[in-house]
């Protein structure tokens, strides 16, 4: 059921092996309009996983009600809230950056719990 995650964000190398890759490459396919081909300079800068969003399990759960209040009273959102929590938990005891929902990346601080 569950499956292997993905890693968050990854810059991509390029390696003389992949320069000289490009450059051996079947020039003949590179005229497909709906697949340009980029040089390696292009790619140089692209980071693997930025628009990444994790798989998801539907569960359910009890979970008191003045936390549900309190998370609730944030206004919309509060089953991401939720989400964002456990993963700045999960994240501060494994010693890893977490990213929120947004992309944006965050520290492992102190917390509440």
């Not at 991509?12 to 003949?28: L, M, V």
């Not at 692209?46 to 798989?55: L, S």
């Not at 609730?72 to 005891?93: F, S, V, Y």
């Amino acid at each position: 059921m569950r499956s292997k995650p993905t890693p968050r964000t990854s810059k991509i190398e390029i390696t003389d092996e992949i320069r000289k890759a490009y450059e051996e490459r079947d020039k003949s396919l590179d005229n497909d309009p709906d697949c340009p081909t980029l040089p390696p300079e292009r790619w140089a800068n692209a980071t693997i996983g930025r628009f990444y969003r994790p798989v998801k399990t539907q569960i359910s759960f009890r979970i008191d009600n003045e936390i549900l209040d309190w998370l609730k009273a944030k206004g919309e959102g509060h089953l991401t809230r939720i989400n964002e929590i456990l993963r700045e938990r999960m994240a501060a005891e494994l010693g890893h950056n977490s990213v929120d929902s947004a992309g944006t990346e965050r520290h492992p601080g102190p917390t509440l719990c």
